[in-house]
């Protein structure tokens, strides 16, 4: 594979924060090996790191050899970096299943196949460290690195100089040297000349670029990419019901697809160049096009196929536009038959529900008792007569006059039934074995 320079890829994408002189002439020599080091206490990544993954990508693209290191070892200590407390301990078997977790979804952006040249390596921190006493550690690698130099770096001075009133321990401090030591046994055992992270790990690469300087007699280089915020202000990669996972069943595919979909203009232009792998004349054509008609959203909905697709895939992605179109487009009963319940919960989440029982609807359940008695959807009989007779209920999508019983025939997934009253009032009738509440009609939801 013919070499790509690195370094200028990355900073026209704006995912160059800082880099060591010479970092870009020495990647353009030959094939380099480089890394980054991945947090292993969730047995999933969540969009938090996909930038690493993105510049792990983007180096092997380039023609580079990426080693992604879970950090077993480091994991069990703790990062200072921005942080203001200490991580759980886990143990082994944990951290191995997690590692397991975080390869397979490291492989939708990574070629780790053993034939290709410049393939992945995925390695854990624990495996060199787990044998190495505390008499050794110090004696071979702690002589080297002074106390003034380990508290030089502003991710221990913002620890010991905030507002933790805990102040920081022993544990924490040697961080940068465990992490440091990482990149040494890379460097002496797979020729890793260059550790990758976020702006806030610059500390602690550079104590490893030192180690290798004064242990390992090379030279090593670093490189940092900015921190990722929205223009709001708020976290980036965070929704109101927390972390935005990777895995599916943390973060369905719909809910995924929807946080891209939902970005400002502003952060889905940085983001398409962060976040794909679109080259830099398409990215462009679709800003152009898309401060043109900024009302289609082409911008962000480009944004969020490409990021689903790679994340999961197409036929996902699919599924997620299919989904999007139940609330905001055209969509039949057959579309919302296709969903499966987890989806179809996902986009009616929030929408007030009530239960019934499939002896209810065995016979047929009358749609007047549907939408009051039974559920508390409408107030009274009355209510829903009028309704009906303003020909602004449906079922399913699907407008029904008074007359219309609700079978099992109409069940989505075998248990759910969509009632809508207007274009944005709607209600989850749940059919189950046995009986269930009203809700109160007071807290029914409007979209």
């Known amino acids: 594979m013919q070499l790509q320079n690195f370094v200028e890829e990355l900073q026209w994408r704006g995912m ?45 693209r380039s023609g580079h050899k990426p080693y992604a290191l879970v950090g077993g070892a480091t994991g069990m200590i703790g990062d ?8 759980n301990f886990l143990d082994e078997k944990t951290l191995r299943h997690n590692q397991e977790c975080v390869r397979k979804q490291l492989s939708q952006f990574l070629d780790f196949a053993p034939e290709t040249k410049n393939a992945a390596v995925l390695v854990n921190n624990y495996d060199w460290m787990k044998e ?20 030089a770096k502003d991710s221990v001075k913002n620890r010991l100089t905030g507002e933790n009133v805990d102040g920081m321990s022993f544990t924490e401090f040697t961080y940068q040297m465990v992490q440091g030591y990482d990149f040494l046994h890379l460097y002496k055992n797979h020729d890793c000349t260059l550790q990758m992270g976020g702006s806030d790990q610059w500390g602690n690469i550079t104590t490893g670029t030192e180690m290798i300087r004064r242990i390992g007699g090379g030279k090593g280089y670093a490189l940092t990419c ?47 160049k962060i976040f794909t792998f679109l080259d830099k004349a398409t990215i462009e054509s679709i800003i152009t096009a898309h401060e043109k008609a900024p009302h289609v959203r082409a911008l962000q909905k480009r944004l969020a196929q490409e990021v689903t697709t790679t994340v999961h895939n197409e036929e996902e992605y699919e599924k997620a536009v299919a989904a ?4 905001f487009g055209k969509s039949t009963s057959a579309d919302l038959k296709k969903l499966d319940s987890e989806t179809f919960l996902d986009i009616f ?4 529900q009530a239960e019934v029982t499939r002896e209810d609807i065995k016979n047929g ?11 508390g959807f409408l107030k009274s009989n ?34 759910f039934v969509l009632l809508q009253r207007g274009k944005k009032n709607y209600f989850v009738i749940r059919v189950t074995k046995d009986g269930g509440d009203k809700p109160d009609p007071k807290n029914l939801l409007t979209l």
């Open 80 to 87: 200072p970096s921005g942080k203001s407390t200490e991580r």
């Open 349 to 352: 989440e929030g929408v007030p």
């Open 324 to 327: 999007s179109e139940i609330l």
């Open 16 to 60: 160059v924060h800082d880099v060591m002189p010479d970092t870009e002439a020495h990647l353009l020599v030959k094939m380099r090996s480089a890394y980054i080091g991945f947090d292993p206490t969730a047995d999933s990544l969540h969009i938090g790191n996909l930038v690493p993954i993105m510049i792990l990508s983007f180096f092997q």
């Open 365 to 375: 359940l009358d749609i007047i008792s549907a939408l009051a008695e039974k559920t």
């Open 132 to 151: 190495f006493s505390f008499l050794d550690f110090i004696r071979d690698v702690g002589k080297h690195i002074t106390v003034n130099y380990m508290m």
């Open 382 to 415: 009355g209510e829903a007569r009028r309704a009906l007779k303003e020909n602004s209920i449906s079922v399913n999508k699907e407008k029904v006059k008074d007359s219309y019983k609700i079978t099992e025939t109409d069940l989505i997934n075998g248990a």
């Open 226 to 272: 900015p921190l990722i915020t929205k223009s709001d202000g708020s976290k980036f990669g965070k929704s109101e019901g927390g972390n935005v996972w990777l895995d599916p069943k943390r973060t369905s595919p719909y809910k995924f697809y929807q946080y891209w979909l939902n970005t400002s203009d502003e952060d889905a232009a940085k983001y398409i």
